[in-house]
């Protein structure tokens, strides 16, 4: 600090920095190499990157300023207005020379009065600072060699086994090789950059999806935290300002850490199978057929194998709703809800369209729920142009103006508010393995050419069961009806709710068979 900076009178200042764009960075690449090392990338920067800045510009010990932290977001309230100062000039530079490609605003308030008020003002001021254009410099000439990719300028210090590479894409492969895993760590313990585990985390696309398998991206945020954010920082103002920090501190790591937990139940699961595998099968190279991309606060994105993805996203969401009640109820979020989305696809599916649509699922679910129930939507996409869910749902799942083939979003949990149970939608689909799939599959074709044919394929289908030879098949009639009813809440043997729009499970019931593993012995 400058002789002139020590002579002004030095107030407290909060800083506030969010990256943008997170998710679109990190899936701005179809290569799972680059995908993880940008996460990597995006973890590290609030964490290491962050902690080394400050200790630089004279903080001893950032946990003590820090007051919270995630993927690329963090909240500080620096002692003296310079240090502040000299921290937002400095900042945008290094995560440029960090993560290039990523762009991050910041937002500083000086700390007049209640620093939780300051908190609502840099928060309140951040939006426009991400209306700020970002420039890229230094600004590529026109005969600049560009990465055949990315498009963007080249630089010999990254070069690969393709050519050189662009400095974003350079860093975010150099980050994926380097062995640390940070998000893994941070959700599964040391033991996930141990040595002897850290190979087998899948670093291709093939190591999660083989020729039997596709791949699913999950995403999921909580219902109105950001609500109950701001109601908190309003009632803590009644508090000293460190009893007041200490419990918004409390609470954000209240917050991050159910998270941490739910999905690391969630994976426990699966990595237990693994394990089973690699030991029946004697291949000690066996990959973790899933990888964690985000995992910040209350949302979360992972790409997973895809016949594991229903399994884990159900975990996962029953999981964050019960521990953050349960962790953080006092502070308001005893009925905290989450919603997420699933969207299924092939392993040379677009990351980028498939992320975008998973999130634009995730908000419309947000909202079909009223942001009361913790649900989840999901669709298996095999165009290449998804675009937006409400796209996708005119182009593939609209009959008309009064039939859907589809029943999303499904509640995690009982049914409730007319809205379908994911429980009662996996039990029709376990029913499914144990009929012919051609005339089911046919019902469901015969409804794009006419709802009335639909019908009448769907009473045919019942007749045949019930006149079948085969007495598992024919036994198997009235627990057909009985699944439909209970997703449907129609007591007539149809296949349409009894309210319009008239909706259906029986394509999503053989979706999601088409991406599961059998029941069956």
Known sequence: MSASDQAKPQCPCLVVFAAQGIQTYILRSDKLREIVGASEL??????????????????????????????????????????????????????????????????????????????????????????????????????????????????????????????????????????????????????????????????????????????????????????????????????????????????????????????????????????????????????????????????????LRDKDAMPFAETFLAAIQTKVRHRLSAQGLDQFTACGALVYMRPKFPFADAYSLSESMCNETKRAVDRKHTALSFVRVASSLPGEYSDFIERERKLDENHLLTMNPYLVGTAADGHPSLKDLRDLEKLTWKLPRGALRETVASAYRSVAEADTGFNRFLQVLESSDKSRQHALKPDILAAFRKLTGNPADSLWTAKSPHRTPLYDALELKAVSASPLP
């Open 42 to 303: 995006v973890e590290s920067m609030a964490s290491e990157l962050l902690d080394d800045t400050l200790r630089q510009i004279g903080i001893a010990d950032p946990n003590a300023i820090v007051l919270s932290r995630a993927a690329g977001t963090a909240r500080i309230l620096f002692p003296l207005e310079a240090q502040a100062c000299r921290f937002a000039l400095i900042w945008p530079l290094l995560v440029a020379r960090h993560a290039p490609g990523l762009t991050v605003s910041v937002a500083m308030v000086p700390v007049k009065g209640h620093p939780l008020a300051a908190i609502i003002a840099a928060d309140d001021l951040l939006p426009l600072r991400r209306a700020y254009a970002a420039v890229d410099l230094p600004e590529a000439g026109p005969f600049t060699e560009r990465h055949s990719r990315s498009g963007r300028p080249v630089a010999d210090e990254w070069k690969g086994e393709d050519g050189p590479a662009d400095h974003e894409t350079g860093r975010k492969r150099d980050s994926s090789e380097s062995g640390r895993y940070r998000l893994l760590g941070k959700i599964l313990g040391p033991e996930a950059s141990a040595t002897e585990v850290w190979r087998l985390w899948p670093l291709e696309m093939e190591d999660i999806a083989d020729e039997h398998n596709g791949l699913a991206i999950f995403h999921a945020d909580g219902n109105g935290l950001g609500k109950s954010v701001i109601a908190l920082l309003h009632a803590l103002q009644d508090k000293p300002a460190d009893e007041a920090l200490e419990h918004y501190r409390d609470f954000c790591r209240g917050v991050e850490e159910s998270t941490v937990e739910a999905l690391k139940c969630a994976l426990d699961e699966i990595m237990a199978e693994t394990r089973q595998r690699r030991e029946s099968t004697k291949n000690s190279q066996l990959k973790f057929p899933f990888r964690p991309l985000v995992c910040a606060g209350d949302d979360v994105t992972v790409i």
